[in-house]
């Protein structure tokens, strides 16, 4: 089993999702690998590492920012030239229970059929983040206990998932020119096509995410990215582009209506309508 960590203005030693797989590995008696892929601007020295619990780490700088696409498909792509039948993905900023390691090896061992487990991840206020049921291009919050679900109703997210390798490779991977955004979403469309169910461990994970942003330069910029993922999505079908339609626009009258500001409409029609 290989973590495959990435970051973003973010020391690894500061990153909570570090800090807790750690101290999950630890109460479990397990060691690991760790990949980690860093789209800081300036790369950093990974000189506090247990090395009783991280076999071996191996570091990506990224100073260009390719985003999440990229880095999971990379250590996906490097722990299948290791021969490991298992990547856990991690972004750095989530929570994990000190059992997810232990129940996770359990519930793999108890159900060898399923290629994908995830998490059950709430927010800190305990409102549910994951998995989704996810209709429309969109992810909607579901209250889900510890069981087999299939794709078709719900979709996890990127945080906490792990994924057999051969059949992350099978699916396709991750879209590479998906930077942020329906990244996960995208992924998890990919691989419902091989695998019909995945299983939801009987662990609970604490997503920190914030939609409290009230700076409009900030918000416009984070829609600009928003606009260019859901442009660069793979689309199937007439269902599928008014599906992207409908979330992006969505999203743009909400910016409205919270900012008062109108240039989130213009930019739905620039970058998105209108942009490559």
Request: with cysteine.
């Amino acid at each position: 089993m290989i973590f495959i960590l990435v970051l973003y203005n973010c020391k690894l030693s500061d990153s909570a999702s570090y800090q807790t797989i750690t101290k999950s590995l630890i109460y479990a008696g397990k060691k690991a690998m760790l990949f980690v892929f860093d789209n800081s601007p300036e790369a950093q020295l990974l000189d506090d590492i247990d090395s009783t619990i991280w076999q071996h780490v191996e570091y990506v700088h990224c100073p260009e920012n390719k985003g999440l696409g990229v880095a999971y498909n990379q250590g996906a792509d490097y722990a299948k030239k290791n021969d490991m039948d298992w990547i856990v993905l991690l972004d750095q900023d989530t929570t994990f229970s000190e059992n997810y390691i232990s129940k996770l090896d359990e519930t793999i061992n108890q159900h060898s059929e399923i290629k994908l487990f995830a998490p059950i991840i709430q927010l800190k206020n305990q409102k549910p983040f994951s998995p989704t049921r996810y209709k429309h291009k969109r992810g909607y919050s579901a209250k889900l206990t510890s069981g087999v679900y299939s794709f078709s109703k719900y979709s996890p997210v990127n945080s906490g998932m792990v994924i057999n390798t051969n059949s992350f490779w099978e699916a396709g991977g991750y879209n590479p020119d998906i930077r942020l955004d329906f990244a996960d979403f995208q992924f998890i469309e990919r691989f419902r096509r091989v695998e019909k169910r995945f299983f939801l461990v009987d662990s609970v994970a604490i997503q920190d995410f914030s939609n409290d942003e009230k700076d409009v330069k900030k918000l416009q910029t984070r829609f600009k990215i928003y606009c260019e993922c859901a442009k660069k999505c793979e689309r199937k079908n007439i269902a599928d582009s008014l599906g992207y339609f409908y979330s992006v626009f969505r999203h743009a009258v909400g910016l409205t209506l919270k900012t008062k500001h109108p240039s989130f409409l213009r930019i739905f029609v620039t970058n998105y309508l209108l942009g490559k």
